[in-house]
């Protein structure tokens, strides 16, 4: 029967009609009917979904209902008790939903039947509701017994007159039995997990390819079928289990299965049908810490949390809503063995003896078994997880025991994987407190080995020699080579040669300022083979900050090429090395040998650009071809042997800015650091030698590329990809060109390039078939939720793991939100070791602040989510500051961390000028060349603005906080205290200069 009208008459909650706007009133019958009930829309984050609820008629389904219906659901109830059913109606009209939003079912369902019935699904395309979407999105589901054909070949949910459709009604309210099915469950399952198990099979048909959400709730009023809590007591468990496993293999049908129980609910509805007393009632008030149930709206809001876009990244999961604490009171029960002894009446009291056998049945069933299996031959279980190396939790919980009870043992066994040419018992040594001594850090002190040779040599004694060890892809399309295990060993052994012929000995430093090339790699494998210590400095530096880390480390070679191309813009590398080479000079710090690559000879050149002209000084410069065309056979086995290194031999050198804005040279051991990139390359990405090929987009001038470019993934005999342009470049789908052609199956990048990747069109992504993928790693920084949403659902189908690093403390526990000092109380093999040449700045540094702890010198903050907020590229703003002071009209700057929607965060400064100078388009040019050639463009501060003075405290100290809330357009916000503050007029001329900032980048 239909309903006309506008409006439903205001009749009193309890009349057996519902009037419409010509006074014709309608009586419910016991029949499947629909009646579309129509208003004026409302609505938020659920506004073109349509909720299916089952069995309206128990309080939580109908505050589910009311709640998504004023939120913009389109809500289809179904109920079996005409008169609850129309209160059901008119609450929710009441409650101010549109009446276009609501249509309704009622008619009986199955005789065996306990708890409700619903499903969700898209409405035809030619129906007046066509808003809704033609994609289902999602569905609102409370159990049901019940089946569904599993042949069915319909998808849609409402017919195009936004009724629901035919063959869903009959399926809703007439179901096949299944003996197979029933007889399964009959015993122990019955009241909760086999009406949701069939509820939830009868709505997927209808939900596929879709993105459609499945909640189950458990029913806590479910024990009032029973004089024995067991039986609904083994199901609520077994529910649990039963979403887990069942979400895996609805994913692959774009369908969400989560699951939401709730303690005793203290709503009208739950008081009457209850059979919980009031000595129930006073229990709860007397010994539970919320001193009361729960509330059916409560429970609504769980609901609509997983049923909303806010938990598409969530399937498989159970939220307890139980502020009751019901799981206790029920394990208090369970321990009665005299009904006597009770504290519970006798309507929830059950013989233990029963609880133990369904308690053994469900161990049997769930824990034995590892997956629910819904139907013979069901379980799913993707090869992925058959090989990985971490298999599931219950690994990775053994492997985290063994680390923290007996880190030597576990790092031996990780050792033993490796080649050591004379091989230590000991473990990690270390001593973190300086009044107890020198400070050290030691893992296998006395054994040798050679990290080379474990990439190479041992590889290939393993059968690896016509593996290939990389591909190459350049800056412009079709710019490729390849290269072996066996070939890149031949490489190394020549450049090694090379080196050697130079005068380089163990221990010397060799500089490398190489774009992301195939003889970067080389370079450094030749340097760690001969004992030699390799600096990378990343190519996007200045002269003068390559000049530094030279000077620094006392090299006296340099490895660099002619130039190279980040999209159409030439990097001339050349030029910037003979700068640096010549501030050295000046410093007393001159550069006996340059090694040049003819880069540029062997690639393409975007359309327009030019290249140069390669000058190389008499004496001091040689090309790479030339140098490895000199050595010959006899000369590479002499000069090429390799260096077996003791295990706290230093390995290389990475500098990174310091505090103080001087750049620090980290050092790093062989042995340590050798097996800890082996381990976590191993078990991060789950590398699978002879299936995977591997992608990480770093740069080898950071860590991330030292580790996951280079000795990680050769370590682990992988196949790996280096690129040498920019995501952008030719067009924003390069990554994903990249993924196809090489069929990339674990990638490892930076949720900044995520972010602007994100920015534009989807089918950037989706004209390339990136289905080789099977994880997505981020690193540098938390992935904000909009980039990994984008990530698994555009870039992986939602079937990639996507991995982001994620803090703990060190004993598991929850970290408060707020900022503090991010330390650690005993090392790991892969630790920094020290300073380069400045032992005692690493004891000052990293040891002082906190005797007895490692102090990274990093503030880290962590917020309400739980994350701990790090940039990508980590900048020393007091080194940005000292050269944005450099500037003849720059009296006094100060730069903070400002929030930005693609980089995470960016340098934001203030500066102070002198004569009442203004701040131009000019000048800021001038100050941004300053900071150019101090550190390099990637210190460019995004804005500039003028200030007249910098909020400082009496003692002289810069008051950041302000000048963040100001970075950051929060006028609004709470400064804190600024009594202290010399001038506080200062804040009020700072918020004026913020309109006329200048934004030096787009």
């Given at each position: 029967?239909?309903?006309?009208?506008?409006?439903?008459?205001?009749?009193?909650?309890?009349?057996?009609?519902?009037?419409?706007?010509?006074?014709?009133?309608?009586?419910?019958?016991?029949?499947?009917?629909?009646?579309?009930?129509?208003?004026?829309?409302?609505?938020?984050?659920?506004?073109?979904?349509?909720?299916?609820?089952?069995?309206?008629?128990?309080?939580?389904?109908?505050?589910?209902?009311?709640?998504?219906?004023?939120?913009?659901?389109?809500?289809?109830?179904?109920?079996?008790?005409?008169?609850?059913?129309?209160?059901?109606?008119?609450?929710?009209?009441?409650?101010?939903?549109?009446?276009?939003?609501?249509?309704?079912?009622?008619?009986?369902?199955?005789?065996?039947?306990?708890?409700?019935?619903?499903?969700?699904?898209?409405?035809?395309?030619?129906?007046?509701?066509?808003?809704?979407?033609?994609?289902?999105?999602?569905?609102?589901?409370?159990?049901?017994?019940?089946?569904?054909?599993?042949?069915?070949?319909?998808?849609?949910?409402?017919?195009?007159?936004?009724?629901?459709?035919?063959?869903?009604?009959?399926?809703?309210?007439?179901?096949?039995?299944?003996?197979?099915?029933?007889?399964?469950?009959?015993?122990?399952?019955?009241?909760?997990?086999?009406?949701?198990?069939?509820?939830?099979?009868?709505?997927?048909?209808?939900?596929?390819?879709?993105?459609?959400?499945?909640?189950?709730?458990?029913?806590?009023?479910?024990?009032?079928?029973?004089?024995?809590?067991?039986?609904?007591?083994?199901?609520?468990?077994?529910?649990?289990?039963?979403?887990?496993?069942?979400?895996?293999?609805?994913?692959?049908?774009?369908?969400?299965?989560?699951?939401?129980?709730?303690?005793?609910?203290?709503?009208?509805?739950?008081?009457?049908?209850?059979?919980?007393?009031?000595?129930?009632?006073?229990?709860?008030?007397?010994?539970?810490?919320?001193?009361?149930?729960?509330?059916?709206?409560?429970?609504?809001?769980?609901?609509?949390?997983?049923?909303?876009?806010?938990?598409?990244?969530?399937?498989?999961?159970?939220?307890?809503?139980?502020?009751?604490?019901?799981?206790?009171?029920?394990?208090?029960?369970?321990?009665?063995?005299?009904?006597?002894?009770?504290?519970?009446?006798?309507?929830?009291?059950?013989?233990?003896?029963?609880?133990?056998?369904?308690?053994?049945?469900?161990?049997?069933?769930?824990?034995?078994?590892?997956?629910?299996?819904?139907?013979?031959?069901?379980?799913?279980?993707?090869?992925?997880?058959?090989?990985?190396?971490?298999?599931?939790?219950?690994?990775?919980?053994?492997?985290?025991?063994?680390?923290?009870?007996?880190?030597?043992?576990?790092?031996?066994?990780?050792?033993?994987?490796?080649?050591?040419?004379?091989?230590?018992?000991?473990?990690?040594?270390?001593?973190?407190?300086?009044?107890?001594?020198?400070?050290?850090?030691?893992?296998?002190?006395?054994?040798?080995?050679?990290?080379?040779?474990?990439?190479?040599?041992?590889?290939?004694?393993?059968?690896?020699?016509?593996?290939?060890?990389?591909f190459w892809e350049g800056n412009e399309p079709g710019d490729e080579k390849s290269i072996t295990y066996g070939e890149l060993l031949k490489e190394v052994i020549k450049f090694s040669s090379v080196l050697r012929s130079k005068g380089v000995r163990k221990g010397d430093v060799v500089a490398i300022y190489l774009p992301m090339i195939l003889e970067l790699i080389v370079a450094m494998l030749a340097c760690a083979r001969i004992g030699a210590i390799h600096s990378v400095v990343f190519a996007g530096f200045s002269a003068d900050s390559l000049a530094s880390r030279i000077t620094h480390a006392r090299s006296r070679i340099l490895i660099t090429a002619d130039g190279c191309f980040r999209g159409n813009k030439l990097i001339d590398l050349k030029s910037l090395a003979d700068k640096a080479a010549n501030i050295c000079t000046l410093r007393g710090e001159s550069l006996d040998n340059i090694i040049v690559v003819e880069h540029l000879k062997k690639i393409r050149t975007p359309e327009g650009a030019q290249g140069i002209n390669l000058k190389l000084e008499k004496g001091r410069d040689s090309t790479w071809d030339y140098e490895m065309s000199l050595q010959q056979e006899t000369n590479q086995q002499t000069n090429s042997n390799v260096e077996w290194m003791e295990a706290e031999d230093p390995l290389f050198i990475l500098y990174t800015s310091g505090s103080t804005g001087s750049p620090k040279g980290i050092l790093h051991s062989t042995a340590g650091y050798m097996c800890y990139v082996y381990m976590t390359t191993k078990c991060s990405f789950d590398a699978q030698p002879d299936t995977d090929i591997y992608w990480a987009t770093a740069d080898c001038g950071w860590i991330t590329g030292h580790s996951y470019v280079v000795y990680g993934p050769l370590l682990n005999g992988l196949t790996s990809v280096i690129?040498?342009?920019?995501?952008?470049?030719?067009?924003?789908?390069?990554?994903?060109?990249?993924?196809?052609?090489?069929?990339?199956?674990?990638?490892?990048?930076?949720?900044?390039?995520?972010?602007?990747?994100?920015?534009?069109?989807?089918?950037?992504?989706?004209?390339?078939?990136?289905?080789?993928?099977?994880?997505?790693?981020?690193?540098?920084?938390?992935?904000?939720?909009?980039?990994?949403?984008?990530?698994?659902?555009?870039?992986?189908?939602?079937?990639?793991?996507?991995?982001?690093?994620?803090?703990?403390?060190?004993?598991?526990?929850?970290?408060?939100?707020?900022?503090?000092?991010?330390?650690?109380?005993?090392?790991?093999?892969?630790?920094?070791?020290?300073?380069?040449?400045?032992?005692?700045?690493?004891?000052?540094?990293?040891?002082?602040?906190?005797?007895?702890?490692?102090?990274?010198?990093?503030?880290?903050?962590?917020?309400?989510?739980?994350?701990?907020?790090?940039?990508?590229?980590?900048?020393?703003?007091?080194?940005?500051?000292?050269?944005?002071?450099?500037?003849?009209?720059?009296?006094?700057?100060?730069?903070?961390?400002?929030?930005?929607?693609?980089?995470?965060?960016?340098?934001?400064?203030?500066?102070?000028?002198?004569?009442?100078?203004?701040?131009?388009?000019?000048?800021?040019?001038?100050?941004?060349?300053?900071?150019?050639?101090?550190?390099?463009?990637?210190?460019?501060?995004?804005?500039?603005?003028?200030?007249?003075?910098?909020?400082?405290?009496?003692?002289?100290?810069?008051?950041?906080?302000?000048?963040?809330?100001?970075?950051?357009?929060?006028?609004?916000?709470?400064?804190?205290?600024?009594?202290?503050?010399?001038?506080?007029?200062?804040?009020?001329?700072?918020?004026?200069?913020?309109?006329?900032?200048?934004?030096?980048?787009?």
């Open positions: 029967m239909i309903w006309g009208g506008n409006t439903i008459g205001e009749e009193d909650e309890d009349d057996e009609t519902i009037q419409d706007n010509n006074n014709n009133n309608h009586e419910l019958t016991a029949s499947n009917q629909i009646y579309p009930v129509k208003s004026p829309p409302i609505g938020s984050r659920f506004i073109g979904k349509v909720a299916i609820i089952t069995e309206s008629n128990c309080a939580i389904d109908r505050a589910t209902a009311i709640l998504l219906g004023k939120e913009g659901a389109k809500v289809t109830i179904h109920g079996t008790v005409e008169k609850e059913l129309r209160e059901t109606i008119v609450k929710m009209v009441r409650a101010g939903i549109s009446q276009d939003n609501i249509l309704v079912v009622q008619g009986v369902i199955e005789n065996d039947q306990v708890n409700s019935a619903g499903a969700i699904g898209r409405q035809g395309n030619n129906s007046p509701a066509s808003s809704i979407s033609n994609k289902l999105k999602h569905n609102i589901n409370r159990q049901n017994s019940g089946s569904v054909d599993s042949d069915r070949e319909e998808n849609d949910l409402l017919e195009d007159d936004g009724k629901p459709s035919g063959s869903f009604r009959n399926s809703l309210a007439s179901r096949r039995r299944s003996s197979h099915f029933d007889s399964h469950f009959d015993t122990l399952f019955n009241i909760n997990l086999k009406s949701i198990t069939k509820l939830t099979r009868l709505c997927v048909p209808y939900l596929e390819k879709q993105k459609g959400a499945v909640v189950n709730v458990s029913s806590f009023g479910g024990q009032q079928q029973f004089s024995d809590y067991a039986y609904y007591n083994t199901s609520r468990v077994a529910l649990d289990n039963y979403c887990r496993s069942i979400a895996i293999k609805y994913a692959k049908k774009n369908v969400r299965v989560n699951n939401v129980s709730p303690g005793f609910i203290t709503s009208e509805s739950a008081d009457e049908e209850s059979t919980v007393n009031k000595f129930y009632l006073n229990w709860i008030k007397e010994h539970v810490p919320m001193a009361r149930g729960g509330t059916a709206e409560e429970i609504a809001k769980v609901i609509a949390f997983l049923a909303s876009d806010d938990a598409s990244y969530v399937t498989g999961a159970t939220i307890v809503a139980d502020g009751a604490r019901t799981p206790l009171i029920l394990q208090q029960a369970w321990k009665c063995t005299d009904n006597k002894d009770s504290i519970l009446p006798s309507s929830l009291q059950f013989p233990s003896e029963k609880m133990s056998e369904n308690l053994k049945k469900i161990k049997f069933d769930l824990t034995n078994g590892t997956t629910y299996q819904e139907e013979p031959g069901e379980i799913f279980q993707p090869p992925t997880i058959k090989e990985a190396h971490i298999s599931g939790l219950s690994k990775y919980q053994e492997m985290y025991n063994k680390s923290i009870k007996n880190p030597d043992e576990f790092w031996k066994s990780v050792a033993e994987k490796l080649f050591f040419e004379k091989f230590s018992e000991k473990g990690l040594e270390w001593n973190f407190d300086k009044r107890k001594g020198e400070i050290f850090i030691r893992f296998m002190n006395g054994s040798k080995t050679n990290i080379a040779y474990n990439c190479l040599e041992r590889n290939i004694k393993n059968g690896l020699e016509n593996r290939i060890a990389y690129f040498e342009g920019v995501p952008s470049y030719p067009d924003h789908s390069r990554f994903w060109s990249i993924i196809e052609k090489y069929r990339v199956t674990k990638f490892y990048t930076a949720p900044t390039a995520i972010r602007a990747l994100m920015a534009f069109p989807e089918e950037f992504v989706t004209k390339h078939n990136c289905s080789s993928l099977k994880i997505i790693g981020t690193v540098g920084e938390p992935i904000n939720p909009t980039a990994w949403k984008w990530l698994y659902n555009v870039v992986g189908k939602t079937k990639c793991a996507v991995v982001d690093t994620y803090w703990q403390t060190e004993t598991g526990g929850h970290v408060g939100p707020g900022e503090g000092n991010l330390c650690f109380s005993q090392p790991w093999p892969g630790i920094m070791r020290s300073i380069w040449c400045d032992h005692e700045r690493f004891v000052t540094n990293y040891f002082s602040a906190y005797p007895g702890n490692y102090f990274t010198g990093d503030g880290a903050r962590r917020d309400d989510d739980g994350y701990y907020w790090i940039t990508g590229h980590l900048l020393s703003t007091s080194e940005i500051e000292s050269a944005l002071a450099l500037h003849p009209n720059v009296v006094e700057a100060a730069v903070v961390s400002a929030p930005h929607p693609i980089k995470g965060h960016f340098p934001y400064a203030f500066v102070v000028l002198s004569n009442d100078k203004r701040l131009t388009e000019e000048l800021v040019k001038e100050i941004k060349c300053v900071v150019r050639d101090k550190i390099g463009a990637i210190a460019i501060p995004d804005v500039i603005q003028h200030a007249n003075g910098l909020p400082k405290t009496r003692s002289g100290k810069i008051t950041r906080r302000i000048l963040r809330k100001i970075a950051e357009g929060d006028k609004q916000a709470d400064l804190g205290d600024i009594s202290t503050l010399v001038d506080e007029t200062i804040i009020e001329h700072l918020w004026e200069n913020r309109l006329k900032e200048i934004r030096t980048t787009g």
